[in-house]
């Protein structure tokens, strides 16, 4: 029985172990940026106060290679934020099926509900909340394809503006420590390790 094939895989290249870091962190920034980039959702696992692993698919909002931070949001009420106020240590995956590409990375998570940080990303939402909220549904559904940070549905623009929300809202920066890079043609592997201390300098594995 020969191995499974990664679903649609147009690249036959290993990327080469220079590349990778570029790669990677040009790539999770794109994925902020498209709703049909493969690394605009990726699942964070956690572990749970009572010591359970627990995982949930996150919605990619930004990517700095310089700072090596990562930005995602959430509800305060929710119970990932639980897990990370008891342990504030994650780790990511994403898997892009075109390159045979799976990025896992890890570091820990501040909370930012109060203060500059969240005010700028709920200002930025808000803000262009306001503009679709004056638009019909289907007009607003066509211009949050102009910003991916954007949640899709009328109702749900129309409620980002209350107070409510707001004191909801969370911003989770990820401060990643390490990257773990895993590519695949179907017949060859290729596996790095890349650490922020060390400028991201892929380490081969295998
Ligand atoms: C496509 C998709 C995107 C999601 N994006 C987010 C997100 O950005 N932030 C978030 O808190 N939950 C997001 N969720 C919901 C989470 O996966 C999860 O179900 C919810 O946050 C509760 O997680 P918890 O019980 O681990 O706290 C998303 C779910 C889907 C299906």
């Excluded at 203060?115 to 289907?138: C, I, K, M, T, Y």
Aim: a neutral charge; aromatic letters at 8%.
């Amino acid at each position: 029985m020969s191995a499974p094939q990664p679903r649609s895989l147009k690249s036959h290249e290993l990327i080469a172990p220079t590349d990778i870091a570029d790669w990677v962190w040009v790539n999770l920034s794109r994925g902020a940026d498209r709703h049909s980039h493969p690394f605009h959702l990726l699942t964070m696992a956690t572990v749970s106060p009572d010591g359970r692993p627990a995982a949930r698919i996150m919605t990619n909002r930004g990517a700095d290679r310089v700072t090596g931070r990562m930005w995602f949001y959430t509800r305060l009420d929710t119970p990932k934020v639980a897990d990370l106020r008891a342990r504030h240590l994650v780790c990511f995956i994403g898997y892009d099926p075109d390159n045979g590409v799976q990025v896992r990375f890890s570091g820990s998570a501040t909370l930012h509900q109060h203060g500059p940080l969240a005010d700028e990303h709920w200002q930025h939402v808000s803000d262009v909340s306001r503009w679709l909220f004056h638009l019909s549904p289907e007009q607003s559904a066509a211009a949050v394809g102009i910003d991916p940070r954007l949640p899709r549905d009328h109702e749900l623009l129309a409620k980002g503006l209350t107070a409510r929300s707001r004191a909801q809202f969370v911003v989770l920066e990820v401060a990643v420590e390490t990257i773990d890079w895993h590519q695949t043609d179907g017949a060859h592997q290729r596996r790095a390790v890349m650490h922020g201390k060390d400028g991201w300098r892929a380490l081969k594995v295998e």
